[in-house]
């Protein structure tokens, strides 16, 4: 039987087993997984505590995952839209997609270009989606700036370049063992710390900065305030406080989770106009090792396991 990742209580690393699970036949569509991300959301939802465990509560036993890509294998009566033998890449929202085989609603899959290699692939729901609803959240052209708080993080990473392509200046607060990636792809990178909004600022050289996106939390959305930035050019993931007393933006990713989006990003990875960078892939039966690694910090790609 094929393998899948599980939990069945709160907790660790060390909660996490890998178990064979019986194939049933499908009414959706059934994928054979080439790859799957992790993302710090399903630490999060593991853990003993906190607000993400509190907004996606686990029915246990648990799977785990949203991201993927792989080979439709079988599809059920009536369903369109994708044929056995199709290589795609898609999302399901049923925390199940850190496993060999993944049932997916074929309206949440889209093709996968040929140019676009598996990691990369099964890497883009979750942090690429998220990173497009925050750049549309607040709209960045050619001739101002936006600043970016977290630019060198999973989300980030998306954000910075689809905001570059969008013609805006980025600036982009990372730390600085970042600031060499991110100033290949066209940002401008500045330091976290004691007079960021100077800066920002000097970094902006006479750009207007209209608009500011935060992925970290913390007082950067107070940050955006004083730098003159109107509130529905603020769009903050994490700060939900601040979104109920300031009227600012919370798109995430839940405000473009659509094949659509994912057909957008494949498209500007194949052409070469959107890069991901992957840190290290690892095989379904590490998934301890890999979350270790996701977990101790200081990522400068994703981490995606190979089933």
């Known amino acids: 039987m094929p393998k899948a990742v599980r939990f069945e209580e709160y907790g660790g690393i060390e909660v996490l087993a890998v178990r064979t699970c019986p194939v049933r036949s499908p009414d959706l569509a059934r994928c054979l997984s080439r790859s799957a991300p992790l993302a710090s959301i399903s630490a999060k939802r593991r853990s003993v505590r906190g607000i993400v465990r509190e907004i996606f509560p686990a029915t246990f036993p648990s799977g785990e995952g949203s991201d993927l890509a792989g080979l439709v294998e079988e599809v059920g009566v009536g369903v369109t839209g994708v044929a056995v033998g199709d290589e795609v890449i898609g999302f399901t929202n049923n925390h199940a997609s850190h496993a060999e085989y993944v049932l997916v609603e074929a309206a949440n899959l889209t093709p996968k270009p040929a140019q676009v290699p598996w990691e990369v692939a099964g890497a883009l729901f979750v942090a690429g989606v998220t990173g497009f609803a925050t750049v549309r959240a607040v709209s960045p052209t050619a001739g ?3 600043v970016i708080a977290g630019a060198g993080g999973g ?3 998306f954000a910075v370049q689809l905001a570059l392509r ?3 200046r980025v600036i982009a607060l990372a730390s600085e063992r970042h600031h060499a990636w991110l100033r290949e792809r066209g940002a401008v990178p500045v330091a976290y710390g004691d ?4 800066r920002i600022t ?3 050289e006479g750009t207007p900065v209209a608009a500011f996106i935060d992925l970290v939390g913390g007082s950067y959305v107070e940050l955006a305030l004083e730098l003159g930035i109107a509130r529905d050019r603020i ?4 700060d939900f406080p601040a979104i109920a007393k300031y009227g600012v933006k919370g798109e995430g990713g839940a405000a473009a989770a659509s094949a659509a989006t994912l057909a957008e990003l ?3 990875i194949a052409a070469g106009d959107l890069v991901v960078p992957i840190q290290r892939t690892y095989p379904l039966d590490e998934v301890r090792a890999a979350f270790t690694e996701l977990e101790a910090g200081h990522v400068e790609g994703k981490i995606v396991l190979i089933p």
């Open 144 to 146: 101002e700036a936006v």
């Open 155 to 157: 989300v980030g990473v």
């Open 166 to 168: 969008a013609g805006a």
């Open 195 to 198: 007079g960021v909004g100077e």
């Open 202 to 204: 000097a970094a902006a």
């Open 235 to 238: 769009d903050t993931i994490v």
């Open 266 to 268: 494949a498209e500007a």
